[in-house]
């Protein structure tokens, strides 16, 4: 019994990291992503990822989240980045909770 527990004191902690380092990691994983877009009057015709952000589920959704921004009213740079931040985080954590959920 005193082994086991000495065991397991030796052993580093397995603590998922906390939802505000994965937010800080999500954003800036989404500094680096590049995306080339295509717009019409406001409207998204379409989006490639130029640079990846180095995580597939980070790109998977970008150009996603692009579209829903822009039919929400963002079309300028910056409220456009920041809008697709948000919405791109909000997925991660979202999948990361049912992620959780089901184990």
């Known amino acids: 019994m005193i082994l086991l527990s000495a065991l397991a004191l030796m052993q580093p902690a397995m603590v998922p990291p906390a939802p505000a380092d994965e937010i800080v990691v999500v954003a800036e994983r989404m500094k680096r992503i ?3 877009l295509s717009r019409s009057k406001g409207v998204l015709k379409s989006c490639r990822v130029r640079v990846s952000s180095g995580d597939p589920v980070i790109d998977g959704y970008a150009c996603e989240a692009i579209g829903t921004c822009m039919a929400e ?4 740079r910056q409220p456009l980045a920041d809008c697709s931040t948000d919405k791109v985080l909000a997925f991660y954590m979202d999948r990361r909770s049912a992620a959780e959920t089901s184990e």
């Open 73 to 76: 009213g963002a079309v300028k």
């Open 34 to 36: 590049k995306l080339r």
